[in-house]
Structure formats: C-alpha cells, structure tokens
C-alpha cells in the first residue's frame, strides 16, 4: 500500500481545496444558520468530480479509484460535512449500489446525472424501529402483476427532498434479511411523500428527511438485482459508506487541526500567543497524531477496496477510529478556541455538531465493534 498520494490525486486535492475554500467556506456558516446549502453548488461539485470520482466514464465518470474519492471527501468534511453527506450518499451509496447491481439500463438511465452531480439519489433503509437493525425493517413491497406495490416509512434519509431518485429496501419475502429486496423509485412517483426533519444538532445544511409510502407503483424494472438479495446489497454498500465516513471524519479532525493551530499562533494571552503554551501544544499534538492514525487507517481501507480485497473489517476500524477521533478533535479544538470556538464566527462548533452524527450512522461505534468482535472471534455477539 502506498502511504503517499500520487501525483494525479495531490492535484485532484488542490483542486477540491480550492473550489472548497472559494465556493463553500465563505457560505458554510449561513447554510448552516438556513439548515440548507445553496442548491447551485451541487452540480458545482459536480464539475469539479466530486461525484463522479469512482463512477466509471462510460457513465459520465472520471472512472478514478476508491484513494481519489477518499481524498475529496476528506477536503468535503474539512469545509462541511453537509456537502461531504450530499456526495457520500448519493454517488456512494446509491451510485455503488447500482453499479455492482444495477441492469445496464438502470446505470444508463441514473448514473450520468449522478456523476455530473445535475441529479442526487438518497438511500431509503433505516426505518423509525429499524436502525442498527435492517434485517427487521417493515416497508413492504408486494408484486401485482407487472408492478411492485411499495406501502412504509423511512427515517433519517439523506438528501430525501433533493432526490430525484430513492433507492428503497423492502419486503418482499418473509421474516430477516432473507426477505429483503432494493427498488429504484422515482420521487415524483405517485403515493411518494417526503418532509423534511428541521432542528438538527449538526448537519444542518443537508436535507435530511422521513419518506413514506402509500400503495406507491413501479414497475417490475423497478427492482434492482436479485429479489431477497436486498440485505446483503445494502451490507456491502455500507461497508464503502463506513470507508466514506472515515475519509469525512479525517477532514473534520484535519480542520480541527488546522484551525486550532492558525488560532492558537494568533490568540494571546498573558502577552504571548497561546501556541507558546505546553498544555496547548498537548491538545494540538493529540489532534494531529488522530488526523495521521485516522487517515491511515482510511486509506487502508480504500487500498483495499482498489485492490478488490475483502475490506469490510478494516472499514469498521477505520469508521470507529475516525469517527470517534472527529468528536474527540472538535471537542480539543473548542478548548483552544476558548469562548470564542463557542459561538459560530469560528468553523470548530460546527464541526463537533457535525462530528457527532458521525459515531451514529452507517452503523453505530458499538456496531463497528461488533463487526470487529465477530472478525476477530468469529463468534456474533448479536
Ligand atoms: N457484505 C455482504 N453480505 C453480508 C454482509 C456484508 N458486509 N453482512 C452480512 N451479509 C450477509 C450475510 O452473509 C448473510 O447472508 P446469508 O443469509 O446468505 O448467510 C446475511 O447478509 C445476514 O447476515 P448477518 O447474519 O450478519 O446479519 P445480521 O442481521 O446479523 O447483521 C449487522 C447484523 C449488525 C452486521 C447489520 O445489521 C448492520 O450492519 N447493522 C448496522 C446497519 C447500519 O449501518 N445502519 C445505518 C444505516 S445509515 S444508511
């Protein structure tokens, strides 16, 4: 595994460096206070590749690897994690899903708007009693004649009211995650309702969403792969979101760190800036050692994506690590910032509000360790 970038991604990251801190840096505290980022800047990112990174060209793609798109979520999360969710889900999670899944006609029909960022999906699996547990999730989905008929909710669904596109996860079959099938449903399908979850703690500018489902049709087409095969779709899929996470988890402790160390050089106290502190220095060196653990272990994981090896344990460990690490960072970095990383003039609240959310989805911290307890026993402790 090469532990530097290569030259075509440093300069894919001094591209999403730049566009970031000339289009979203000025504008991040304002879609935070609108709980809403300015639309135009989608298709935006979508320019630059940022949803297209992995997405091969004959979709519309820049066909690059797994590296490359850890290093653009990465300069995501370090601006705002918003943006970082947008791209995760919508080119992760349902660009993947319909890549190793998807008919050629579904990847024709979806995967150019999605790589060029000018059509957004979001990922309909968790449900209001279904989080950490899929397998029991109660959507349904009943077959008549040449239509699926899909009746249920969904909760907490990233991107829900900008989609153009769901991907749903339904019954079709009987109890478990053997009963579980994946749709590709239209937003405007009739019977398709969505609204919009306001008053977060963080991730204030992504939309995030419940959906729900009333005797909503759409054709047999409409199933992606196998019936039944639904679960396990949805496993793997979230095996690279959690490598995703990682990689925005990476720039939160990376903004942490560059915004503690800036502050601190420039703050002083008893007639020297606090830099020149030792307890300062401690909280900055803890950051920086968890930026560098936490990067390694993500790309790690996505080494091993690229190299088509089994990844699923390692994107645990990188998931756990770094998302803990955010919290932790921005949290640090409030304490150097004093009063001041209190109020929303300074990036560092926001990126503990964000960070939080980040040890909760795509598979809770005690999920992650789960996964890893099973790996390394093979014992399931659930
Ligand atoms: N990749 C491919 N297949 C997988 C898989 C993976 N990562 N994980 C499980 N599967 C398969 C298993 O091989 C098994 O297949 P068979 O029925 O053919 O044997 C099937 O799926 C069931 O697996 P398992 O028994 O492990 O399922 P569990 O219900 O015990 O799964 C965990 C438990 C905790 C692993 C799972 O429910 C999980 O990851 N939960 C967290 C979900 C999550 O992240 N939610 C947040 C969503 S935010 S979008």
Redesign the pocket.
């Known amino acids: 595994m090469n532990l530097t970038l290569t030259e075509d991604q440093r300069e894919f990251q001094k591209l999403a460096r730049s566009f970031l801190d000339a289009t979203a840096v000025p504008h991040r505290t304002q879609w935070d206070r609108d709980e809403e980022v300015d639309p135009a800047i989608i298709p935006q990112m979508g320019e630059i590749g940022f949803f297209g990174i992995t997405i091969p060209e004959e979709y519309g793609g820049l066909g690059g690897d797994f590296i490359t798109y850890c290093v653009g979520l990465e300069e995501l999360g370090r601006v705002d994690s918003s943006l970082r969710g947008i791209v995760s889900v919508s080119a992760g ?1 349902v660009g993947k899903t319909l890549l190793a899944h998807g008919t050629e006609q579904q990847k024709q029909r979806w995967l150019p708007g999605i790589a060029s960022g000018t059509q957004v999906g979001c ?1 309909g ?2 449900e209001p009693d279904n ?5 029991g999730l109660k959507t349904r989905a009943r077959r008549e004649g040449a239509e699926w008929v899909i009746n249920g909710s969904k909760i ?1 669904i990233t991107n829900a009211t900008i989609a153009d596109v769901a991907l749903v996860f339904a019954r079709t079959g009987g109890a478990g ?2 009963g579980l099938s994946a749709f590709l449903v239209p937003t405007d399908t009739p019977g398709f309702e969505r609204s919009l979850i306001h008053g977060k703690l963080g991730l204030r500018g992504q939309a995030t969403a419940e959906m729900s489902f009333s005797e909503v049709r759409v054709p047999a087409d409409a199933l992606v792969g196998e019936e039944g095969k639904g ?2 779709y949805a ?2 899929t ?2 690279k ?1 959690r490598v995703s996470v990682a990689a925005g988890c990476v720039g939160i402790v990376q903004g942490c760190l560059e915004a503690s160390v800036a502050y601190a050089k420039e703050r002083q106290q008893f007639g020297k800036p606090i830099a020149s502190y030792q307890l300062v220095q401690d909280m900055i060196a803890e950051i920086s050692v968890d930026a560098d653990a936490a990067r390694l272990l993500t790309w790690r994981a996505a080494a091993l994506v690229d190299c088509g090896e089994p990844f ?1 344990t390692a994107a645990s460990k990188a998931k756990l690590f770094a998302s803990e690490a955010a919290v932790k960072a921005a949290n640090l970095a409030i304490q150097v910032f004093g009063g001041y990383g209190y109020i929303d003039e300074y990036p560092v609240q926001k990126y503990m509000r964000d960070a939080r959310v980040m040890t909760l ?3 809770t911290s005690q ?1 992650q360790k ?2 890893i307890g099973r790996a390394e026993t093979g014992i ?1 402790a ?1």
Do not use: C, N, V, W
Request: aromatic share 18%; proline share 4%.
């Open positions: 999670l990922f699996l968790t989080g950490s547990d899929p397998a907490f995650a053997r679960f396990k496993m793997q979230l095996d979101g699923g989805y795509e598979g999920i789960l996964l399931s659930f």
